[in-house]
C-alpha cells in the first residue's frame, strides 16, 4: 500500500517532509458540489478543509470561525502550522495518523484562539483525495460545551425519572386534601418525602432554600439525623419520637406547630409541619411526605406581641391598683391640702418643707397624732419635681404582720393562699413618686432589713418571684412614736432609723400653737359651711372656749369639734361640745392642763358678746328679717318684739348684720 507522508512548510521549525501519495480507505468524491457546500457551511460543528502538504486552510464553515475566533479571511490567510504554536509534532502525529488510517482523533492538540487562550478541543480527522492531492477533512468538538451538554442531558434523565414521582406525590396531596382538608400550597412551602426508613427520597427547591441543604446533601440520608435531631431548647430529640417518622408507623397524619428544623448553617428554623403517610397501591406505607412552612417571622411577631400584652397588663393592673388607692384616698382626703397657721412652729415647717422638696432626701416627720403629718407629706410631694406621680401612703400599723411584705413589695400569683392573682406592691405603684411610710414604727423587725435594702440599693422581689426589680421611690416616713428611744429597746434598726432621719420634721402639738386655734377652727367651719351652706359663725367666746382646750387629739381632734359643732348647730348657732378638762380626754401635760384650763364660765362682757354674736347670726340668717316665721324671732325661740329690743339694746343694724361679713 502506498503511503501519503505529510508534508507541512515549517520553514520556521526546520521540519523536512516530503509527500508521497497513499490509498485513502475512503475517499470522498464530490458531485453535488452546492449541496455539500451548504452541508459543510450548515455542519454545527467546526469544519476546516486542510491541505497540509501547502500548511494551507483551504476551507472553513461558520462554527469554525466563531470556535476559533477569527474571520473566514483570516482563517483563509492563516497556515495551519501557526494555528498551533508549539505543537508541530502533535500536529504531524495527528495528521500521519489520519493519513494513515483514514480517520483519527485526538484531544491532544489546543489550537489558539483569536483572543490568544488555547481552546480545549477535540479534533476528529479525515484525509480527503482531491486532485491528486490528499486533503484534510477536521472537524474541531468545543469540549467544554460537549462537557455542558452532558450534564443538561443528566438533568434532563433526573426530571424525566423525576416527573412521575412528583406527579405521584401530587396525587397522594390531591386524595389527601379532599380527604383532610388538607391545604396544598406547595410552591412556597418546603416539601421532601421519606421513605420508610426516614431517608429523605425528594426534596423541593423551597425546602432547599429555607434549609440551606441542597437536594443532593439530603437525598439518601436519614432526615431527623441532619435536621430535626435536637430540640430548640438543646434536648436531644429522639427519632422515635419524631412526628414525621410517626406518620409511616401508625399511618396518621402528624400536624406539628413550635418545633425547629436545623439548618445546614447551624441555625434553627422555626417551622409549622404536616407529615403525610404514602401508601403504595396495595395500601403499605412507603413513606412520608412532609409540608412545612418557615415560620419564624410569625412566631417573632407572636413573642414581641406576646411580650407588649404583658407589658399592657402589667400596665393595667398597675393603673388599676393606682386608680384604687387613688379612689380610695379621694374618699378619705375630704381637706385640703394647704396647712393653715401662722404660729411660729408653722412657719419654721414650712420653711422645711420648701428646703426638702426639691431633694431626694428621705424625710422623718415626727409628732403626735392629728397634728398634721400626713399633711407635711403631702406639701413635700406636691412642692417636690415628683407631684406628677402620686404619693402613695402605707398606714403601717394597719397591715396585719404576715401580709407586710406583700403589701410593700407585692406577690406572684400562688405565692402564698390567697394570692389568686400577680399583685404589685406600694414600692413599684410609687415608682417615680413618693412613699409615705405612716406609722413606721409599726414595721416588724424582720421587714425593717428587707426595707433598709430597697432605700439602700433600690432593689427587691415580689414575694414568690426571684426576679430583683428596680424602682425609684422618694421615701417619707412618719411616727408618733420616739424611734430613737425604740432603737435602744431594740425594737427599731438603728441603720434604719439613721437612713430615714436623713431630714427631721418636728410636726408641733396644738396645744403648743394655739395662735393657730382660731384660724384652723374658722377653716374648718368655713368648709362645713360650704357643705351646710348655712351662715354659721365663731363667736369670741367660742374661740376662747377652743383656744383654751387642751386638744390631746390635735388638729385632727379640733375639726371633728367644729363638724360635730355644725351639726348640733340650733337657731344658727354652733354648739361646740368640748369634752371638760377631767373628762375623758386627758391631757398629756396635767401640769400644764391644770393651769389652763378651767370652768367654761363666762364673764358678763362675754355673754354679751355672746348673745349679740348669737343675734347677728340669726338675722345674718334670716337676711335681716326679725318678724314672721321665717324671721330671725322665730329661729331664736324669742317673741318678735323682745328681739327687737335686744337689737336695739346691743346696738345691732340688722341689715349690716344681713350682709355683714363678720361678728359685730
Ligand atoms: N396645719 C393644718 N392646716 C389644715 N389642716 C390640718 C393642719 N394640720 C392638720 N390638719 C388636718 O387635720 C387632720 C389630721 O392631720 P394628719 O392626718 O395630717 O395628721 P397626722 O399627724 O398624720 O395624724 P396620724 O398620726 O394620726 O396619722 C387632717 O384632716 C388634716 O388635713
Redesign the pocket.
Known amino acids: 500500500m502506498l503511503r501519503n507522508l505529510v508534508v507541512y512548510d515549517f520553514s520556521e521549525s526546520n521540519y523536512e517532509i516530503s509527500e508521497q501519495v497513499v490509498d485513502l480507505p475512503v475517499p470522498f468524491s464530490a458531485t453535488d458540489t452546492d449541496l455539500r457546500a451548504e452541508a459543510f457551511d450548515g455542519l454545527i460543528e467546526a469544519a476546516l478543509l486542510l491541505d497540509p502538504a501547502a500548511d494551507q486552510i483551504l476551507e472553513v464553515n461558520p462554527a469554525a470561525c466563531a470556535l476559533l475566533g477569527y474571520d473566514r479571511a483570516t482563517l483563509l490567510q492563516t497556515r495551519i502550522s501557526a494555528l498551533h504554536d508549539r505543537q508541530f509534532p502533535a500536529l504531524i502525529v495527528f495528521t500521519q495518523a489520519v493519513f494513515d488510517r483514514g480517520s483519527y482523533w485526538t484531544h491532544a492538540l489546543t489550537p489558539n484562539h483569536g483572543a490568544g487562550t488555547p481552546l480545549r478541543v477535540e479534533y476528529a480527522g479525515r484525509a480527503l483525495q482531491s486532485r491528486g492531492r490528499t486533503l484534510l477533512l477536521l472537524t474541531m468538538s468545543d469540549l467544554e460545551q460537549r462537557r455542558r451538554r452532558h450534564i443538561d442531558a443528566a438533568a434532563d434523565d433526573y426530571m424525566r425519572d423525576g416527573l412521575p414521582a412528583w406527579q405521584r406525590v401530587e396525587r397522594v396531596f390531591e386524595d389527601i386534601e379532599r380527604e383532610n382538608q388538607l391545604i396544598l400550597r406547595a410552591a412556597g412551602e418546603g416539601i421532601y418525602g421519606v421513605n420508610a426508613e426516614g431517608r429523605a427520597t425528594f426534596v423541593n427547591p423551597a425546602a432547599e432554600r429555607m434549609l440551606g441543604w441542597s437536594a443532593e446533601e439530603l437525598v439518601g440520608r436519614s432526615i431527623h439525623a441532619v435536621m430535626h435531631h435536637t430540640h430548640h431548647d438543646g434536648r436531644p430529640y429522639a427519632d422515635h419520637d419524631c412526628p414525621i417518622y410517626a406518620a409511616f408507623r401508625d399511618g396518621a397524619v402528624h400536624t406539628v406547630d413550635g418545633e425547629v428544623f436545623w439548618r445546614k448553617d447551624g441555625k434553627p428554623v422555626w417551622v409549622e409541619y404536616t407529615s403525610t403517610p404514602i401508601r403504595d397501591r396495595s395500601g403499605v406505607i412507603v413513606g412520608a411526605v412532609v409540608v412545612f412552612r418557615d415560620v419564624s417571622q410569625r412566631r417573632e411577631a407572636d413573642e414581641k406581641l406576646h411580650a407588649a400584652l404583658a407589658e399592657v397588663d402589667r400596665l393595667r393592673e398597675r393603673l388599676q391598683l393606682e386608680n384604687d388607692y387613688l379612689q380610695e384616698e379621694i374618699r378619705i382626703e375630704t381637706?385640703p391640702r394647704?396647712?393653715?397657721?401662722q404660729s411660729e412652729a408653722?412657719q419654721t415647717t414650712l420653711r422645711q418643707v420648701k428646703l426638702v422638696a426639691p431633694t431626694t432626701a428621705a424625710v422623718l416627720i415626727t409628732?403626735?397624732?392629728?397634728?398634721?403629718?400626713?399633711?407635711?407629706a403631702r406639701a413635700i410631694h406636691d412642692a417636690s419635681t415628683r407631684s406628677g406621680r402620686p404619693l402613695i401612703r402605707v398606714n403601717c400599723a394597719a397591715i396585719p404582720r404576715e401580709l407586710f411584705e406583700s403589701e410593700f413589695f407585692g406577690h406572684t400569683r400562688g405565692a402564698f393562699t390567697g394570692a389568686v392573682r400577680d399583685r404589685i406592691g406600694r414600692f413599684e405603684l410609687a415608682d417615680g413618686g413618693t412613699l409615705f411610710l405612716?406609722?413606721i414604727g409599726e414595721i416588724p423587725l424582720e421587714l425593717q432589713g428587707k426595707l433598709l435594702r430597697v432605700l439602700q440599693e433600690g432593689n427587691f422581689e415580689r414575694v414568690g418571684d426571684e426576679r430583683t426589680r428596680n424602682v425609684d421611690v422618694r421615701l417619707i416616713a412618719?411616727t408618733?412614736r420616739d424611734l430613737k428611744q425604740e432603737v435602744q429597746r431594740g425594737r427599731f434598726r438603728e441603720d434604719l432609723y439613721f437612713r430615714l432621719n436623713v431630714f427631721p420634721i418636728e410636726?408641733v402639738p396644738l396645744r403648743d400653737r394655739r395662735e393657730?386655734i382660731p384660724l384652723?377652727a374658722q377653716?374648718f367651719l368655713a368648709s362645713e359651711r360650704r357643705e351646710l351652706k348655712s351662715g354659721l359663725r365663731l363667736s369670741q367666746g367660742d374661740v376662747r372656749r377652743l383656744m383654751r382646750y387642751e386638744w390631746p387629739g390635735?388638729?385632727?381632734e379640733l375639726?371633728n369639734v367644729i363638724e360635730r359643732a355644725t351639726i348640733l348647730a340650733q337657731n344658727g348657732r354652733l354648739r361646740i361640745d368640748l369634752p371638760e378638762p377631767s373628762g375623758h380626754h386627758p391631757a398629756p401635760n396635767a401640769g400644764r392642763q391644770k393651769s389652763e384650763t378651767r370652768p367654761a364660765v363666762m364673764t358678763a362682757a362675754e355673754l354679751r358678746d355672746l348673745e349679740r354674736a348669737n343675734i347677728v347670726a340669726a338675722l345674718r340668717a334670716c337676711n335681716g328679717k326679725v318678724f314672721g316665721d321665717d324671721g330671725a324671732a322665730a329661729m331664736l325661740d324669742l317673741k318678735p318684739t323682745t328681739l327687737a329690743s335686744r337689737i336695739k339694746a346691743l346696738g345691732i343694724s340688722a341689715t349690716r348684720a344681713a350682709n355683714g361679713s363678720a361678728v359685730d
Do not use: C, F, P
Open positions: 381637706n394647704g396647712i393653715i397657721g408653722i409628732g403626735e397624732s392629728g397634728t398634721g403629718k400626713e399633711l407635711i405612716d406609722e412618719a408618733n410636726s393657730d384652723l377653716h390635735n388638729v385632727r375639726q
